[in-house]
């Protein structure tokens, strides 16, 4: 048995000379090994280096995931890297490690893309649900975007604590909440969708108008001066109302700026926030009206 006192030429004489081949292998196989598992390592150090970005978002007093590429970019290439490495012949030696690693890294892939989703759903539906005409007319999605309303801002106000990606993503269950938080937001959409489209057939000169326009008059129904900027689009001959004090319309006034007087005038107020209602009015009012 060799100790610290043997000899090169020691070894020599112990005719391991024969065994050469055996050994070529064995060295091999561990250089081997040991590449995947500096390669294994290298990851994770890579990882202990990278941290999400925040920003805060309008009046919400929230803050928002931001700046994801770079980071997207690394996992892609680190999850191609772990897929290549499990494949090797020589990973048995630590394939636990390589595969809670795996799992890791999948997990990451699972919350960014729910994260972004619910982000963008939420930015998108937040200024809507806002308004307290939206939530009272369509109630039941009302309540729910309440709820992910609740629980996206405990997942953001958790988020931010510490920046570390893979910290940030050991928060118990999110990748659950974030994802029953998508279900909901899809059921929202469609509701809203279905909401516009009832707008729609009542007075399909809202056709005219995109989803962002008409939610831009239906979000503000006690305040008909919202719809001005939308009425060329929905009448060909409107170009703007004249309201009074009261915010009664006592003209129409065409491109040309020719002012018609209405002999009788319309109270949008009476329509109690059926902003189709009064605006059903103006098309046939004129031939009642004097110059």
């Not at 000899?7 to 064995?26: A, C, S, W």
């Not at 609740?150 to 920046?163: D, P, Y």
């Not at 719809?227 to 006592?250: D, M, R, S, W, Y």
Request: glycine share 2%.
């Amino acid at each position: 048995m060799p100790h610290e006192s043997t000899t090169l030429m020691d070894v020599m004489q112990l005719g391991l000379e024969k065994y050469l081949e055996n050994l070529n292998h064995i060295s091999s196989q561990a250089s081997k090994e040991y590449a995947l598992e500096k390669a294994l390592s290298k990851m994770e150090e890579d990882w202990d280096e990278v941290n999400f970005t925040y920003i805060s978002y309008k009046y919400t007093g929230v803050k928002i995931l931001a700046a994801v590429d770079d980071i997207q970019v690394l996992l892609e290439d680190h999850i191609v890297k772990t897929t290549t490495m499990k494949g090797s012949p020589f990973i048995a030696s630590f394939e636990k490690e390589i595969s809670a690693w795996e799992s890791k890294l999948w997990l990451m892939q699972n919350i960014l893309e729910s994260w972004l989703r619910v982000q963008m759903a939420w930015l998108y539906l937040e200024p809507i649900f806002s308004s307290e005409d939206i939530h009272n007319q369509i109630p039941e999605q009302g309540k729910m975007f309440d709820v992910v309303d609740t629980n996206w801002r405990l997942i953001m106000r958790e988020s931010v604590k510490g920046a570390n990606a893979m910290q940030v993503i050991s928060q118990p269950q999110m990748l659950d909440k974030l994802r029953e938080a998508e279900s909901l937001l899809d059921d929202i959409q469609k509701g809203l969708n279905e909401y516009l489209e009832k707008k729609r057939l009542f007075f399909p000169r809202f056709f005219f108008l995109s989803n962002d326009e008409l939610l831009e008059i239906l979000s503000e129904t006690k305040d008909p001066l919202r719809v001005q900027p939308h009425l060329k689009k929905c009448f060909e001959g409107i170009a703007q109302l004249t309201f009074n004090a009261h915010k009664e319309i006592t003209h129409i006034e065409s491109a040309e700026g020719e002012k018609v007087e209405l002999v009788t005038r319309i109270i949008p107020a009476k329509a109690k926030d059926l902003v189709e209602k009064w605006l059903y009015e103006p098309q046939h009012r004129p031939s009642e009206a004097s110059s």
